[in-house]
């Protein structure tokens, strides 16, 4: 069964939209979790647009599933991340003016630094996985399992924007599932463990589930946007029974 992580970035977002304390993405995780998800993703940025080094340390002592710290690696995240101890992090790419996370890890140029390996290993050395974040391109996947990462999460955002072309499974967004299934095969057969998120929803997603030994789904801007209107536990509860 594909396990479901709910992303609650943007929990964080509309509470600090205000200045104020709610809505808690601390309560949204909990909920979350009642409501099916088996893990919990959140992404500390540099520079702190929506979770906070608060709402990481609040969710390390509440949540009872896992929780996956999205991060740019650098000296900074991986002091945080061996303080907070998450049972996984997912290492991205990130740039101060997107709005979201654009592309995969360019893990081919990452691997040939000293200090890529060392703060890797570093995670590591603390029982933290470590999974990259990455395009589905066969020179991406192979460096991945180079590098001892042992899991990634394939960039679907190409796909999801081909998708909502037409709302269906067009020639383009074909193409673009096409490409994620060969690198989960390439992957599958490294013996990498396969996950992948960015721009799922409810019409979108079935298709992401023919990703050959997929093992998790990390879904966060869908599915808070959608809990604006039918309650984050029912929307939940929906994506879980789809994936399921």
């Known amino acids: 069964m594909v396990l479901l992580g709910v992303n609650i970035d943007h929990i964080a977002t509309l509470r600090n939209a205000r200045g104020a ?23 500390l940025r540099e520079d702190r647009r929506h979770i906070r080094d608060d709402d990481m340390s609040a969710l390390r002592a509440s949540i009872k599933t896992r929780l996956n710290m999205e991060m740019a690696l650098t000296d900074e995240m ?22 979201t996370t654009e592309g995969g890890l360019d893990v081919k140029t990452l691997s040939m630094q000293p200090e890529f390996q060392g703060r890797m290993a570093m995670l590591r050395d603390a029982n933290i996985a470590v999974s990259l974040f990455i395009d589905a391109d066969e020179s991406q996947v192979r460096a991945s399992h180079a590098s001892g ?5 394939f960039h679907t955002g190409q796909y999801a924007d ?27 057969e490294l013996g990498l463990i396969v996950n992948a998120g ?9 298709p992401i589930l023919t990703l050959p030994g997929l093992h998790e789904l990390n879904i966060g801007h869908f599915l808070i946007s959608q809990a604006v209107f ?14 399921s």
Request: no cysteine; glycine share 8%.
């Open 198 to 206: 960015h721009g799922l929803t409810f019409d979108n997603v079935i």
């Open 230 to 243: 039918d309650g984050l536990g029912p929307v939940v509860a929906k994506m879980k029974a789809l994936i």
């Open 149 to 153: 990462a042992g899991l990634i999460e």
């Open 21 to 43: 304390e709610w809505p808690s993405p601390v309560a949204g995780a909990i909920l979350a979790e009642q409501f099916g998800a088996d893990g919990i993703t959140a992404h």
């Open 78 to 99: 991986v002091a945080i991340a061996l303080k907070i101890k998450p049972e996984q992090v997912t290492l991205v790419p990130e740039r101060r003016e997107e709005l």
């Open 162 to 188: 081909a998708f909502a072309q037409s709302k269906s499974l067009n020639p383009k967004a074909k193409k673009e599932l096409a490409s994620l299934v060969q690198s989960a095969h390439l992957a599958r």
